[in-house]
Protein backbone atom coordinates (compact mmCIF):
# COMPACT_ATOMS: atom_id res chain seq x y z
CA UNK A 1 0.00 0.00 0.00
CA UNK A 2 1.35 3.54 -0.65
CA UNK A 3 0.95 6.73 0.53
CA UNK A 4 -1.61 7.58 3.75
CA UNK A 5 -3.61 5.62 5.21
CA UNK A 6 -6.29 6.64 7.87
CA UNK A 7 -8.43 3.86 9.61
CA UNK A 8 -11.40 4.20 10.53
CA UNK A 9 -12.45 6.37 7.55
CA UNK A 10 -16.13 6.71 9.45
CA UNK A 11 -16.34 7.15 13.26
CA UNK A 12 -19.42 7.97 15.63
CA UNK A 13 -19.07 8.24 19.33
CA UNK A 14 -20.56 9.18 22.21
CA UNK A 15 -18.92 11.72 24.22
CA UNK A 16 -18.05 9.49 27.13
CA UNK A 17 -16.17 6.87 24.96
CA UNK A 18 -12.95 6.89 24.15
CA UNK A 19 -11.29 5.92 20.56
CA UNK A 20 -8.42 6.28 18.27
CA UNK A 21 -7.69 7.69 15.06
CA UNK A 22 -5.20 5.74 13.13
CA UNK A 23 -2.09 7.22 10.12
CA UNK A 24 0.10 5.50 8.51
CA UNK A 25 2.69 6.75 5.50
CA UNK A 26 4.01 4.69 3.15
CA UNK A 27 6.28 7.57 1.60
CA UNK A 28 9.37 7.36 4.17
CA UNK A 29 8.51 10.74 5.52
CA UNK A 30 9.91 12.21 9.18
CA UNK A 31 7.03 14.97 9.49
CA UNK A 32 3.49 13.57 10.26
CA UNK A 33 -0.09 16.04 11.04
CA UNK A 34 -3.21 16.51 12.22
CA UNK A 35 -5.54 18.62 10.50
CA UNK A 36 -9.09 18.94 12.00
CA UNK A 37 -10.98 20.15 8.97
CA UNK A 38 -14.87 21.92 9.55
CA UNK A 39 -17.36 22.62 7.38
CA UNK A 40 -16.84 26.62 6.00
CA UNK A 41 -13.51 26.73 7.90
CA UNK A 42 -9.91 26.56 7.07
CA UNK A 43 -7.84 23.80 7.62
CA UNK A 44 -7.13 23.85 11.22
CA UNK A 45 -3.61 22.39 11.87
CA UNK A 46 -3.62 20.24 15.44
CA UNK A 47 -0.46 18.72 16.02
CA UNK A 48 3.18 18.50 14.77
CA UNK A 49 5.38 15.73 14.69
CA UNK A 50 8.76 15.94 13.23
CA UNK A 51 11.15 12.57 13.99
CA UNK A 52 8.65 11.19 16.47
CA UNK A 53 9.23 14.19 18.62
CA UNK A 54 6.13 16.73 18.97
CA UNK A 55 6.72 20.50 17.76
CA UNK A 56 3.83 22.14 17.77
CA UNK A 57 0.32 21.87 19.69
CA UNK A 58 -1.87 24.43 18.14
CA UNK A 59 -3.83 24.99 21.86
CA UNK A 60 -5.67 22.03 21.34
CA UNK A 61 -7.88 20.91 24.11
CA UNK A 62 -6.36 18.21 25.93
CA UNK A 63 -9.23 15.74 25.42
CA UNK A 64 -7.35 14.88 21.70
CA UNK A 65 -4.09 13.63 22.54
CA UNK A 66 -1.71 12.59 19.84
CA UNK A 67 0.71 9.86 19.50
CA UNK A 68 3.63 9.19 17.77
CA UNK A 69 5.56 5.81 17.91
CA UNK A 70 7.71 6.04 15.11
CA UNK A 71 8.07 8.18 11.79
CA UNK A 72 5.68 6.25 9.76
CA UNK A 73 3.06 5.91 12.43
CA UNK A 74 0.75 8.58 14.10
CA UNK A 75 -2.82 8.10 16.62
CA UNK A 76 -5.01 10.57 17.79
CA UNK A 77 -6.59 9.73 21.23
CA UNK A 78 -10.14 10.48 21.70
CA UNK A 79 -11.93 10.76 24.54
CA UNK A 80 -14.84 12.54 26.26
CA UNK A 81 -15.36 14.86 23.15
CA UNK A 82 -18.01 17.32 22.66
CA UNK A 83 -20.33 17.49 19.47
CA UNK A 84 -18.32 20.77 18.22
CA UNK A 85 -15.59 17.89 17.58
CA UNK A 86 -17.40 16.65 14.92
CA UNK A 87 -15.65 17.05 11.92
CA UNK A 88 -12.98 15.37 9.11
CA UNK A 89 -9.73 14.58 10.57
CA UNK A 90 -7.27 14.35 8.43
CA UNK A 91 -3.38 12.84 8.64
CA UNK A 92 -0.54 14.09 6.35
CA UNK A 93 3.28 13.53 6.08
CA UNK A 94 5.86 15.57 4.77
CA UNK A 95 9.73 15.18 4.07
CA UNK A 96 10.18 17.46 7.05
CA UNK A 97 8.39 20.58 8.26
CA UNK A 98 11.25 22.84 7.52
CA UNK A 99 12.23 22.30 3.71
CA UNK A 100 10.95 24.34 1.05
CA UNK A 101 10.54 21.14 -0.85
CA UNK A 102 7.38 20.84 1.96
CA UNK A 103 4.68 19.54 0.34
CA UNK A 104 2.32 17.43 2.18
CA UNK A 105 0.59 14.15 1.69
CA UNK A 106 -2.84 13.63 2.99
CA UNK A 107 -4.60 11.10 3.84
CA UNK A 108 -8.22 10.36 2.91
CA UNK A 109 -9.67 11.23 6.54
CA UNK A 110 -11.45 10.17 9.03
CA UNK A 111 -15.19 11.72 9.38
CA UNK A 112 -16.19 11.80 13.09
CA UNK A 113 -19.60 12.23 14.71
CA UNK A 114 -19.95 13.09 18.39
CA UNK A 115 -23.71 12.26 19.70
CA UNK B 1 0.51 36.69 11.06
CA UNK B 2 -0.16 35.09 7.62
CA UNK B 3 -3.38 34.56 6.97
CA UNK B 4 -5.05 33.50 3.23
CA UNK B 5 -8.11 34.39 2.26
CA UNK B 6 -10.16 32.64 -0.44
CA UNK B 7 -12.99 35.26 -2.08
CA UNK B 8 -15.31 33.33 -2.96
CA UNK B 9 -16.46 30.10 -0.94
CA UNK B 10 -18.24 28.37 -4.82
CA UNK B 11 -18.20 28.65 -8.21
CA UNK B 12 -20.24 26.94 -10.06
CA UNK B 13 -19.28 27.36 -14.02
CA UNK B 14 -20.70 25.03 -17.32
CA UNK B 15 -18.10 22.75 -18.45
CA UNK B 16 -15.70 23.94 -20.91
CA UNK B 17 -15.82 26.90 -19.44
CA UNK B 18 -12.41 29.06 -17.90
CA UNK B 19 -12.69 29.53 -13.98
CA UNK B 20 -10.71 31.75 -11.94
CA UNK B 21 -10.55 30.85 -7.98
CA UNK B 22 -9.26 33.63 -5.79
CA UNK B 23 -6.52 33.83 -3.24
CA UNK B 24 -4.72 36.65 -1.65
CA UNK B 25 -2.51 36.02 1.24
CA UNK B 26 -0.85 38.80 4.03
CA UNK B 27 2.55 37.87 5.24
CA UNK B 28 5.41 40.17 6.14
CA UNK B 29 7.79 38.40 4.89
CA UNK B 30 8.44 36.21 1.46
CA UNK B 31 6.03 32.94 1.56
CA UNK B 32 5.89 30.04 -0.77
CA UNK B 33 1.87 29.04 -1.94
CA UNK B 34 0.63 26.26 -3.07
CA UNK B 35 -3.12 25.42 -4.39
CA UNK B 36 -4.61 22.36 -3.22
CA UNK B 37 -7.35 19.97 -4.26
CA UNK B 38 -10.04 17.87 -2.42
CA UNK B 39 -12.04 15.43 -4.49
CA UNK B 40 -15.30 14.39 -2.79
CA UNK B 41 -14.07 11.53 0.20
CA UNK B 42 -10.56 12.18 -0.53
CA UNK B 43 -7.42 14.05 1.37
CA UNK B 44 -5.85 17.05 -0.35
CA UNK B 45 -3.48 16.36 -3.08
CA UNK B 46 -1.08 18.91 -4.34
CA UNK B 47 -2.04 20.95 -7.57
CA UNK B 48 1.02 23.24 -7.99
CA UNK B 49 3.10 25.12 -5.77
CA UNK B 50 5.26 28.64 -6.26
CA UNK B 51 8.84 28.77 -4.34
CA UNK B 52 11.13 31.22 -6.85
CA UNK B 53 11.30 32.44 -9.86
CA UNK B 54 8.80 32.77 -12.25
CA UNK B 55 5.46 33.64 -11.57
CA UNK B 56 2.86 31.71 -13.48
CA UNK B 57 2.72 28.06 -12.35
CA UNK B 58 1.72 25.01 -14.28
CA UNK B 59 0.24 21.76 -11.94
CA UNK B 60 -1.29 19.07 -12.98
CA UNK B 61 -4.69 18.70 -14.67
CA UNK B 62 -4.07 21.37 -16.55
CA UNK B 63 -4.43 23.85 -13.93
CA UNK B 64 -1.73 26.90 -13.60
CA UNK B 65 -1.69 30.11 -11.01
CA UNK B 66 0.30 33.12 -10.91
CA UNK B 67 2.53 35.04 -8.68
CA UNK B 68 1.52 38.84 -8.34
CA UNK B 69 3.47 39.91 -5.10
CA UNK B 70 2.46 44.09 -5.32
CA UNK B 71 -1.04 42.36 -5.33
CA UNK B 72 -0.46 39.67 -2.79
CA UNK B 73 -2.61 37.84 -4.56
CA UNK B 74 -1.85 33.93 -6.32
CA UNK B 75 -5.37 33.27 -8.24
CA UNK B 76 -5.66 29.58 -9.66
CA UNK B 77 -6.63 29.06 -13.50
CA UNK B 78 -7.95 26.72 -15.75
CA UNK B 79 -8.90 27.53 -19.44
CA UNK B 80 -11.49 24.90 -19.77
CA UNK B 81 -13.06 22.60 -16.96
CA UNK B 82 -14.40 19.19 -16.86
CA UNK B 83 -17.12 17.98 -15.21
CA UNK B 84 -13.96 15.74 -13.09
CA UNK B 85 -12.70 19.12 -11.97
CA UNK B 86 -15.45 19.05 -9.44
CA UNK B 87 -14.16 19.41 -5.93
CA UNK B 88 -12.65 21.98 -3.47
CA UNK B 89 -10.11 24.11 -3.56
CA UNK B 90 -7.66 25.15 -1.23
CA UNK B 91 -5.26 27.70 -1.42
CA UNK B 92 -2.27 27.72 1.34
CA UNK B 93 1.03 29.88 2.28
CA UNK B 94 3.93 29.36 4.26
CA UNK B 95 6.49 31.70 4.99
CA UNK B 96 10.23 30.88 4.07
CA UNK B 97 11.59 31.00 7.35
CA UNK B 98 8.23 28.94 8.91
CA UNK B 99 7.27 25.47 9.22
CA UNK B 100 3.39 25.86 9.56
CA UNK B 101 1.46 25.97 6.14
CA UNK B 102 -1.49 28.31 6.74
CA UNK B 103 -4.78 27.09 4.58
CA UNK B 104 -7.73 28.87 3.29
CA UNK B 105 -11.00 28.41 3.96
CA UNK B 106 -11.50 26.69 0.51
CA UNK B 107 -13.16 27.04 -2.67
CA UNK B 108 -15.55 24.77 -4.06
CA UNK B 109 -15.97 24.42 -7.69
CA UNK B 110 -19.07 22.57 -8.97
CA UNK B 111 -18.74 21.94 -12.81
CA UNK B 112 -22.30 21.93 -14.61
CA UNK B 113 -23.01 20.35 -17.74
Known amino acids: ETGVTQTPRHLVMGMTNKKSLKCEQH?????MYWYKQSAKKPLELMFVYNFKEQTENNSVPSRFSPECPNSSHLFLHLHTLQPEDSALYLC??????????????FGPGTRLLVL | AQSVTQLDSQVPVFEEAPVELRCNYSSSVSVYLFWYVQYPNQGLQLLLK??????LVKGINGFEAEFNKSQTSFHLRKPSVHISDTAEYFCAVLNTGGFKTIFGAGTRLFVKA
Open chain 2, 50 to 55: YLSGST
Open chain 1, 27 to 31: LGHNA
Open chain 1, 92 to 105: ASSQTPRTVQETQY
